[in-house]
């Protein structure tokens, strides 16, 4: 079955310190990876997937796929980036399903 | 655009009613996802649609829920008789292809709450 995990709940950082989203996944097959982001009172939106392989706002993610990870990462956090974070899986093939993480929430601390 | 638009934003209703949630996708778009928030659970696919036929509705959680989508431009998710373990935000989001390996598009999302 697909799932995904994101093993924390809250992750807080200082601004200008690096940042690691952790995400694993559990799929058979080839998954493609997304992370998906929700600023306060704003909607849910993409913030990048695996395979355009972009660096959005400073973020990046490898997709490992002999650890079945994904996660995101950014050099140097600013205070812009504290939001609710969703790391999300689709099957490539039509009709599969769609599954997103429990989600961390960043706080980045001035 | 006004992207997805979904209605209402909130509903405040008793144990036993029924409540409809709308959602109207972005013009264009076919395929059509409706998922369920919680503290605990997180975010929940329900049901989504491709061409206005359900595809996979596995997340659906009991036959109290039911949703349709008689036309591209509008879909509803119905709770009937709602419970007070319904109290969650539903989203609605829509995406260009026919699979989620396209950008979904998320609504604002409606807060119900059942007492």
């Known amino acids: 079955a697909q799932r995904v995990t994101q093993p924390e709940k809250l992750l807080s950082v200082f601004k200008g310190a690096p940042v690691e989203l952790k995400c694993n996944y559990s799929y058979s097959g080839s998954p493609e990876l997304f992370w998906y982001v929700q600023y306060s009172r704003q909607r849910l939106q993409l913030l990048l997937r695996?395979?355009s392989r972009e660096s959005i706002k400073g973020f990046t993610a490898d997709l490992n796929k002999g650890e079945t990870s994904f996660h995101l990462k950014k050099p140097f956090a600013q205070e812009e980036d504290s939001a609710m974070y969703y790391c999300?899986?689709?099957?490539?093939?039509?009709?599969?399903?769609?599954?997103f993480g429990p989600g961390t929430r960043l706080s980045v601390l001035p | 655009d006004a992207g997805v638009i979904q209605s209402p934003r909130h509903e405040v209703t008793e144990m036993g009613q029924e409540v409809t949630l709308r959602c109207k996708p972005i013009?264009?778009?076919?395929?059509l996802f409706w998922y369920r928030q919680t503290m605990m659970r997180g975010l929940e696919l329900l049901i989504y649609f491709n061409n206005n036929v359900p595809i996979d509705d596995s997340g659906m959680p009991e036959d109290r829920f039911s949703a349709k989508m008689p036309n591209a431009s509008f879909s509803t998710l119905k709770i009937q008789p709602s419970e007070p373990r319904d109290s969650a935000v539903y989203f609605c989001?829509?995406?260009?292809?026919?699979?989620?390996?396209?950008?979904?598009?998320f609504g604002p999302g409606t807060r119900l709450t059942v007492t």
């Open positions: 989001a829509s995406t260009v292809g026919t699979s989620g390996t396209y950008e979904q598009y």
């Open positions: 999300a899986l689709s099957g490539l093939n039509y009709g599969q399903n769609f599954v």
């Open positions: 695996h395979i």
């Open positions: 013009s264009g778009h076919n395929s």
